[in-house]
T-cell receptor
């Protein structure tokens, strides 16, 4: 079982600046995966980035990267060169390896200021 | 390529009425999922289907039934709707288990139970 805490209900960032969204989790799994999903105003959930817990290297996907601290059970998302289209709710979600069940956090609402 | 489609987009029911939410995917994915999203919350898994012919309970299955009609379609039924089932419902699909693969989400159905 997993629990997820996203401690920042809302954040804002200036366009072109960098912002970091935090996520901490607890899990009893020895092998697991972590996800960040984005939900824009259209409501449709979209995968942003995925991290495999057994990998030391932090995942990167274009302007999105994670800071994965396994011992601290922390999985933060960094968005560089923020764009207006990045404005959305962002959800952190861990899951055990082979599991069909993601546990979503309550989300962080990100606003991008022009 | 429509991805994941859901019908209807909006629905208002009276307490005790029944209805079925429809979901279809055209990506030939093995796994399909039903989530609900309540205000201020992340998505919670209701039921999932790992493959055609199988279904399993998620975190919040009470008051719902599902049918995996074929590989493409996965329906969610509310037999006797209650106000507590007012929510936004999302269907999703993935080729592999959610832990190791991207889930693709539909646009959601906003359901209100009076």
């Amino acid at each position: 079982a997993q629990t997820v805490t996203q401690s920042q209900p809302e954040m804002s960032v200036q366009e072109a600046e960098t912002v970091t969204l935090s996520c901490t989790y607890d899990t009893s799994e020895s092998d697991y995966y972590l996800f960040w999903y984005k939900q824009p105003p259209s409501r449709q959930m979209i995968l942003v980035i995925r991290q495999e817990a057994y990998k030391q290297q932090n995942a990167t996907e274009n302007r999105f990267s994670v800071n994965f601290q396994k011992a601290a059970k922390s999985f933060s998302l960094k968005i560089s060169d923020s764009q207006l289209g990045d404005a959305a709710m962002y959800f952190c979600a861990p899951t055990g390896a082979g599991s069909y069940q993601l546990t979503f956090g309550k989300g962080t609402k990100l606003s991008v200021i022009p | 390529n429509a991805g994941v489609t859901q019908t209807p987009k909006f629905q208002v029911l009276k307490t005790g009425q029944s209805m079925t939410l429809q979901c279809a995917q055209d990506m030939n994915h093995n796994s399909m999922y039903w989530y609900r999203q309540d205000p201020g919350m992340g998505l919670r898994l209701i039921y999932y289907s790992a493959s055609e012919g199988t279904t399993d309970k998620g975190e919040v299955p009470n008051g719902y039934n599902v049918s995996r009609l074929n590989k493409r379609e996965f329906s969610l039924r509310l037999e006797s709707a209650a106000p507590s089932q007012t929510s936004v419902y999302f269907c999703a699909s993935s080729e592999e288990p959610a832990s190791t693969d991207t889930q693709y989400f539909g646009p959601g159905t906003r359901l209100t139970v009076l």
